[in-house]
């Protein structure tokens, strides 16, 4: 009996890490297959390149421009429809009495933090603030793009001509930076922050807090907005949405009952 056993116990030794060894590959299977799922995924949707921007550069840099106004459209032609056509003279000629878009220099903003908030703003410098012009950017952009960029400080520019100060804010997705589409105000991060910041925004500048308000919203931006404009702690009296829609829950709840703030829609044109 001695005997026998002495020599089952190697098997048992063997069978053992045998078993061990398939458990180990197995394991290993699993974490290999779940990692190249979650990198394709990720990879799919763009997002690991915001992930890795997002890791090794948590401070949003203020993009550089390199080229003036007039070296970015001197090779440019119109393309065949009149409005286009019309407008490239209009884009050479127009002058705003704040800043000058050749020098996008002048064009200077100021940032203010409330309660972890970062609201980047342009007061009218040069005529009397009549109203506040809330801007909320598009996917994968970012609120610093607003005063870097010829065709947004175009809008700025326009916006601050007619005596609006202008705040831009950036959306709370660090990652797609997109804004919340959640139809409910109370559950929607993004609308509770804009309100927030707006708080302590009034409380640097209490004068401002009895001016209407409008909004000016960009793609997600802009579903955004068609969200926001419900709020009742900072009443909206009108909205742009720029190539963008009214989130359908807003439009079934509060358009067709006429109780929303008139809209108007900006739309890209067909080639």
């Known amino acids: 009996m001695v005997r026998q056993l002495q020599r089952k116990r190697p098997n048992a030794k063997l069978y053992r890490f045998k078993c061990i060894h398939c458990l180990v590959l197995f394991a290993a299977g699993c974490i290999s297959t779940f990692t190249a799922f979650s990198l394709t995924l990720y990879a799919s949707s763009d997002s690991l390149g915001a992930l890795i921007r997002q890791i090794f550069s948590p401070t949003p840099q203020e993009p550089e421009i390199q080229q003036t106004f007039d070296e970015l459209t001197e090779h440019y032609r119109p393309r065949g429809f009149p409005g286009k056509q019309r407008s490239i003279s209009i884009d050479h000629n127009v002058r705003y009495n704040d800043f000058d878009y050749r020098k996008p220099e002048t064009l200077t903003y100021k940032s203010a933090t409330y309660d972890n908030i970062e609201i980047l703003y342009r007061l009218p410098q040069k005529s009397s603030i009549s109203a506040l012009?809330?801007?909320?950017?598009?996917?994968k952009d970012r609120a610093h793009d607003w005063f870097h960029s010829f065709e947004r400080q175009r809008i700025i520019g326009a916006a601050i001509e007619l005596g609006y100060a202008c705040l831009v804010f950036q959306a709370t997705d660090e990652i797609r930076q997109c804004w919340s589409n959640t139809?409910?105000?109370y559950e929607n991060k993004d609308v509770q922050m804009v309100s927030k910041g707006l708080d302590g925004f009034y409380k640097q500048y209490p004068k401002l807090a009895s001016l209407p308000r409008f909004t000016f919203g960009s793609s997600s931006g802009g579903i955004f907005s068609s969200i926001f404009?419900?709020?009742?702690?900072?009443?909206?009296?009108?909205?742009?949405i720029y190539i963008s829609i009214i989130l359908p829950e807003v439009l079934y709840t509060y358009v067709k009952t006429n109780n929303y703030p008139p809209t108007v829609w900006i739309h890209v044109c067909k080639k």
């Open 229 to 240: 404009v419900i709020n009742q702690h900072h009443p909206i009296q009108g909205q742009i």
């Open 133 to 139: 012009l809330l801007i909320f950017h598009s996917c």
């Open 183 to 185: 139809a409910d105000i």
